[in-house]
């Protein structure tokens, strides 16, 4: 167990979801980008158009900037964030997968190496190790999202590996292959969003025409060919987690974003691929990538209420909790252990006074306890987001008596994990947490109580 990480009235996870909704814009025009590319270029050649190898430059310069640099930026940025938020899930996924980690790297690289040439080098090497070097890019992208999805999708659905433990079992779990299409798909039309940005900027009529119609066919057959395998891969997700999703309004109203969106690209797409140039105004492009980023944050929104309360299912909890053993890796869970001798005495950074509670320091460890198990989905602070106070006077249960009951039920709720810790260490929790909701009657309780119960 790590230290905790606090970030009030917005939340840890919210930080997570914004950096890395973020970060699938630059990932998937870096992935999706270079097919275009190869496409336009040979087109280009075929034609010897020069006005398209000039936009093709543009384009490889916006790329190489906004990819290479937002995104990796961002994609540090998710590293850093989640391992001082969630520094278990990062350790369990990087004692899994570290080797795919290490292998996308490898491809990574290549990008990186190849974007840079293929910029350089235009009208200075032959057309034939020009066009080589683009596919090389393309493939080498595609090929890292090929490695990154299974570690995505395991986090999701771990499938056997839940039982066997074995790599390979947890790469390709249920939900691999649709992840894997409905990204692919994905890609492309957000490189044809990127490419008729691009070609709002160019002067040219024809080369923009030119330019808009390919983007349009590519965004579009992109677009309903995602729609499809987002259907595939609803129908893999487990009834657990459909269950958790309809169980939200939340979940609903995100979900109606994304397919809004959705039509708001697919008819933009249709003008573009009838050539409509007069569309393609910078306010017009770069406001269809807006939209598009606030589709997937609602798509990505609906993934993550469907996690819950699990970071990794049938593994660990989004508190970071072991949720149930994994007896393949030697894992034990941690529920029963903290239920009968404390999280406080199993938690290794806190200081040594409050893994023993007394009459003085149990508020403060009702604190700590109440952090460590909850801090990750509720905010402590009134009118935060997911308001642990403004929830628990929403629910008119304010006294510590009721919410010492509260808590024991927690693990009812599909979307909670249970509350695990001694009953002692319940009740201090009960006592902190009617405190901070504003309960009056929190400075009465008797100490005896909490240390001893009502016997
Ligand atoms: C995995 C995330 C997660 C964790 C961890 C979690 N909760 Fe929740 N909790 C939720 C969600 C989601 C809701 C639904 C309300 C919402 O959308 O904010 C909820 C609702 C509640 C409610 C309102 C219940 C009702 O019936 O109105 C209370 C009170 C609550 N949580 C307390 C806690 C406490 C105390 C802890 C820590 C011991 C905790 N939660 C841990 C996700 C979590």
Known sequence: MYPIFEFPVVGGGMIIALIATFHILPCHLATGGFWITYFLERKAYAENDAG???????????????????????????????????????????????????????????????????YYTFGKIS????????????????????????ILAFMMTPGKWVKTGDFF???????????????????????????????SFIADQKTRKTVIKTAGAWGLAGLLTGGLFAFWYYHKLPIRTMEIIEAFAYAKIMFNVSMAAAAIAGIYFVILLLGVTGITRPVVTIGMIIIIFIGIGGGESVREIGRRPYLIPGYLYSNQVIAHDVEAKGIRSEVDKFTESGILSHYYFIPDSLRQLNEKNYLHAGKVITKLECVICHTMQKDGRSSLPDLVNNMGMTSAEDLFYFLESLGDYPYMPVFAGTDVERRAAAVFISQLSGDETAAEVDPQWVLNGDG
């Open 169 to 199: 079992d947890g790469f390709f779990n249920p939900t691999y292959w649709p992840q894997l299409f409905f990204r692919t798909s994905m890609m492309f039309a957000i490189a044809g969003a990127y490419a008729a940005a691009v070609a």
């Open 52 to 118: 398209l190898l000039e936009f093709l430059k543009k384009f490889t310069l916006m790329v190489l900037i906004f990819c290479f640099v937002t995104g990796s930026l961002t994609g540090v940025g998710i590293w850093f964030a989640s391992t001082i938020i969630s520094p278990r899930a990062i350790s369990g996924l990087i004692h899994n997968y570290v080797w795919g980690w290490a292998t996308e790297w490898v491809f990574f690289v290549i990008e990186i190496v190849t974007i840079y040439i293929y």
């Open 127 to 150: 057309r034939k190790a020009h066009l080589r070097i683009g596919l090389l890019y393309a493939m080498a992208a595609w090929l890292s999202m090929v490695v990154i999805t299974g």
